[in-house]
């Protein structure tokens, strides 16, 4: 009853005459040449341009949009223009042709002159290079290599009239990947990280918003999410995309690679608000719920020895009454929770026991430790000793019952993110707790510069946390982050870890 129909009033006559009559939404009608009247209408679920010959009553759509409605249109001497989709169109009276109309505006504000502008001032993502001796940064939408300490920056992509984002730098070192609008629309592509050659587009036909994508540790898939919910991922040398998932509720915001390349896992936004974790098998195209409904999840990442996945989870309950309302309030739910992928991997949060004659293995372990803990630390001048290649990964996963061998960490309850477990059982994770929040003003909480994180690392073999460094900015959040990933194996690191001491060895 609230759909409104095209009407004529007769001023001779005083008779009214109904035109349209349909259940559909007729509106904006305009009186054209030759006795037609011209009105848009949603019929077909979209406002489109319709017109109704008034001598013969027949009706016709002129437009068929799918995407957005038309607005606003007008009548001129010989055509009908309208906004669609943020763009103006020209519907031509007598070929029947909807054009849009090319408009381009030219200011003389000081915003739309040319001049240098100091790029380091617009920083906008900072990657660091596998072996830490680059950095790849993106700055007011060109793609930059900078070096670590010799040598000069390199502008890789030089195109002003293009925005890049999101560059990762591969694991072998050798590309990059990063999304580019060259085309006018979203696209991924990959170039040589020494900006020799012309980057490659490896996909094509976006229809939506891309957001940033991540490589496969065999530097052979790219994985990343969109606007439209999906997770899919790329094989660079065929170009071929596969879908991992599209999800009803949400966007698809954290996401991670196994260390084979053989697995991926996902956080999936849920109806009842509790994000799910789920593991995905690129050999069977499978999918598995690691958590359940009951408690949201997130983070899920694999550890660098593919033994386990790593998450975090609200599963803390523990209210408190708020200081103005006579309510329940829960803060501080989250802690870092380990899942054993395969059924034979041992509980090593198991508890300990000390047992009758195993005192002298025990003496042992600790009198090695002891004997590596006295070991001098290199010079920076000395020549680094050749490291052993790696062995490969193979990452074990029985999906059966794998919801029943989630594992809390045994730390304080807060909000955790940024979570990497690396092969010597050191858990880093950044922290964040109801009491960071002392002394910010209400109004600036949520501002990037007040928000307060502690970067922490967990022994699992002392079971004992250890609080590194503090974060102040969402900058220096991302960059220490990075920071970690490449310097995980360096001695200040290590000993900290191995020792299960509570000290600070990182520089301030």
């Not at 050659?197 to 990343?224: F, H, R």
């Not at 596969?242 to 991926?264: L, M, R």
């Not at 899920?300 to 309302?325: C, I, N, Q």
């Not at 989630?406 to 690396?422: F, V």
Request: contains cysteine; negative net charge.
């Amino acid at each position: 009853g609230m759909a409104d129909d095209i009407w004529i009033y007769d001023f001779n006559t005083g008779a009214t005459e109904n035109v349209t009559n349909n259940p559909a939404q007729d509106i904006c009608p305009i009186w054209g040449p030759d006795n037609k009247i011209y009105f848009i209408s949603d019929r077909d679920n979209r406002m489109n341009l319709f017109v109704v010959d008034l001598a013969s009553k027949e009706t016709k759509q002129l437009t068929h949009f799918t995407d957005f409605d038309i607005k606003f249109p007008s009548l001129g001497k010989d055509s009908i223009v309208f906004e669609q989709a943020g763009y103006i169109w020209r519907y031509d009276l007598a070929t029947g042709q909807a054009t849009p109309v090319p408009i381009e505006i030219k200011e003389d504000f000081d915003s739309g002159r040319g001049g240098l502008v100091d790029a380091a001032k617009h920083l906008e993502s900072v990657n660091l290079a596998p072996d830490g001796e680059r950095t790849i940064v993106i700055a007011r939408g060109d793609l930059f290599s900078v070096p670590a300490k010799n040598g000069t920056p390199r502008n890789l992509s030089k195109t002003s009239g293009a925005h890049e984002r999101d560059a990762v730098w591969s694991p072998d070192g050798k590309w990059i990947a990063y999304n580019s609008d060259a085309t006018g629309e979203n696209e991924l592509y990959v170039r040589s990280q020494d900006g020799k050659g012309e980057p490659q587009q490896i996909t094509n036909g976006a229809d939506t918003y891309y957001y940033a994508p991540k490589w496969s540790p065999d530097s052979k898939k790219l994985l990343w999410s969109d606007r439209l919910q999906r997770l899919r991922y790329v094989d660079v040398a065929s170009k071929a995309v596969t879908q991992v998932d599209q999800d009803k509720y949400g966007e698809i915001e954290s996401y991670n690679w196994a260390p084979d390349s053989q697995w991926v896992t996902w956080v999936r936004p849920e109806e009842n608000g509790m994000p799910r974790v789920y593991l995905y098998s690129v050999a069977n195209k499978q999918q598995t719920a690691v958590t359940d409904s009951w408690y949201g999840s997130g983070e899920a990442v694999f550890s660098d020895d593919g033994k386990y996945l790593l998450l975090s989870s609200a599963r803390d309950f523990k209210p408190t009454f708020g200081d103005e309302e006579f309510a329940n309030v829960y803060r501080d739910m989250e802690r870092v929770y380990l899942v054993t992928l395969a059924k034979d991997t041992a509980n090593p949060l198991a508890p300990k026991s000390d047992e009758v004659g195993k005192a002298e293995e025990k003496r042992k372990k600790e009198k090695a430790k002891e004997a590596e803990e006295k070991k001098p630390e290199a010079s920076p001048s000395a020549t680094k000793p050749e490291e052993k290649p790696k062995k490969p990964v193979t990452v074990k996963v029985d999906t059966d019952g794998i919801q029943n061998r989630i594992l809390g960490l045994e730390i304080t309850p807060g909000n955790y993110r940024k979570i990497r477990m690396l092969d010597e059982g050191r858990i880093f994770y950044l922290r964040r707790t109801a009491a960071d929040e002392v002394g910010e003003e209400d109004e600036g909480l949520f501002a990037e510069k007040d928000k307060k994180s502690h970067l922490c690392i967990y022994n699992v073999e002392c079971r004992k946390t250890s609080s590194k460094l503090r974060i102040t900015s969402t900058r220096s959040m991302v960059s220490t982050c990075s920071w970690i990933g490449v310097l995980s194996g360096a001695k200040s690191i290590s000993s900290a870890g191995d020792k299960c001491v509570t000290s600070s060895s990182l520089p301030r």
